[in-house]
């Protein structure tokens, strides 16, 4: 049984920074794409970075600003988000499937988390 559960979000400071972290559960997730979504209610939930089986990031939002990392031995994705900006506020899910592509939308993963609330004021 697959769960993912996100933790790390709360309030910041424009310019603070904060860590998520994404627990798995279930099974070990060092072959698997893991990635960060975000969505603002009434828009569009949006990728903010994905990172495949080899290690290999790609960023959607906050490029040069967020790092994704994921700890293959503790089965925990992470995400350092640094020089927040207000328009970061959002719902951050952590999502997982075993995939050598990883999509760029949540709805492509069949793992999802239920997500962190973040918010920069």
């Known amino acids: 049984h697959v769960q993912l559960v996100e933790s790390g979000g709360g309030s910041a400071q424009v310019g603070g920074s904060l860590r998520l972290s994404c627990e798995g559960s279930g099974r070990t997730y060092d072959k698997w794409c893991m990635g960060w979504f975000r969505q603002v209610p009434g828009k569009q939930r949006e990728g903010v970075a994905t990172i495949d089986n080899t290690g290999r990031a790609r960023y959607y939002a906050g490029s040069g600003r967020f790092i994704i990392t994921k700890d293959g031995a503790r089965n925990t994705l992470h995400l350092q988000m640094n020089n927040l900006k207000s328009e970061d506020t959002a719902m951050y899910y952590c999502?997982?499937?075993?995939?050598?592509?990883?999509?760029?939308?949540?709805?492509?993963?069949?793992?999802r988390g239920q997500g962190t609330q973040v918010t920069v004021s």
């Open positions: 999502a997982a499937d075993r995939t050598t592509f990883c999509p760029a939308t949540m709805t492509a993963y069949r793992f």
